[in-house]
């Protein structure tokens, strides 16, 4: 993805799919808004208990580049579970309940996602056209979100496997990932343990988990051609005078990033 600073926001984009002019993308850095402290500048997200008017400042701020406004947008309440939400022009509510990806053929709905590490993936298929946008950390990527946004692509969208485009934006790499036996017994038992990918630790029962490899192999499971997989290389945490990240937090308070997607209208 290439880095641009537009109006004093710094974001990022996939250069091939803004040209196509059928999709418009971005993905925040943390570069650009109003909020303090913690959460400075361009937080994003209500979640982390910054000032509710100073997110919404930076939503308008980051969603008017697209010429977009908060009420244009859908996104899912992100509880780290699989579930894919099929959103349109008839719904009724701007935040889907215990959703974690979002999928639409429908020009007029921004489906945002918001991530401090975990990964964002963008899903495009230009012929239906069809889109969709999952929010993924360990849990949901062992769990199989991306399988299951690409299966409900194809059953409601009538979009194909083969033919999805995919777009993994930045999120915490292998290098930061270490993650303990929960995860690693998780993994273990997992549907999806042939295509988990993990480096060694040289703690004991510690190993570094690679979510975009591992999302990648999950992507060719579901019937992705490899030269359809961008992947960005960027790490959140090793980055993180550029993006919130919440394991640089410590856990503790931080703001998040954005990843919008919509369909232009034809
Ligand atoms: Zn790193």
């Known amino acids: 993805m290439h880095k641009v600073t537009k109006k004093g926001i710094t974001y990022f984009y996939y250069p091939p799919w803004e040209k196509s002019g059928q999709v418009r993308h971005g993905f925040s850095s943390r570069l650009g808004g109003i909020s303090e402290g913690p959460f400075a500048e361009l937080n994003l997200g209500y979640k982390g208990g910054d000032k509710p008017a100073a997110v919404s400042e930076n939503r308008r701020r980051f969603l008017d580049l697209w010429g977009k406004e908060e009420r244009d947008l859908v996104h899912g309440e992100q509880v780290h579970g699989t579930n894919i939400a099929l959103v349109g022009a008839k719904r009724t509510a701007a935040v889907i309940p215990e959703t974690d990806g979002l999928i639409t053929a429908d020009p007029g709905t921004v489906i945002g996602a918001f991530s401090a590490d975990c990964l964002l993936t963008y899903l495009w298929d ?38 999805l485009q995919a777009l993994l934006a930045p999120s915490i790499g292998p290098c930061c990932y270490e993650v303990g036996s929960d995860v690693i017994g998780v993994a273990r038992s997992s549907a999806w343990r042939d295509q988990v990918v993990f480096y060694p630790s040289i703690r004991k029962d510690h190993a570094f988990l690679d979510l975009r490899s591992t999302n990648r192999n999950i992507l060719l499971a579901a019937g992705l ?25 410590g856990g503790k308070v931080t703001g998040s990033q954005m990843g919008l997607f919509f369909l232009m209208a034809r």
Do not use: D, K
């Open 225 to 249: 051609q490899a030269g359809s997989i961008n992947m960005s290389t960027l790490c959140t945490r090793c980055n993180s005078r550029l993006f919130y990240s919440y394991r640089q937090s």
């Open 126 to 163: 230009a012929e239906v056209p069809a889109i969709g946008l999952v929010h993924a950390g360990w849990r949901g990527t062992l769990g199989g979100i991306l399988f299951q946004a690409v299966e409900a692509m194809r059953e409601r969208l009538t979009a194909r496997p083969g033919r």
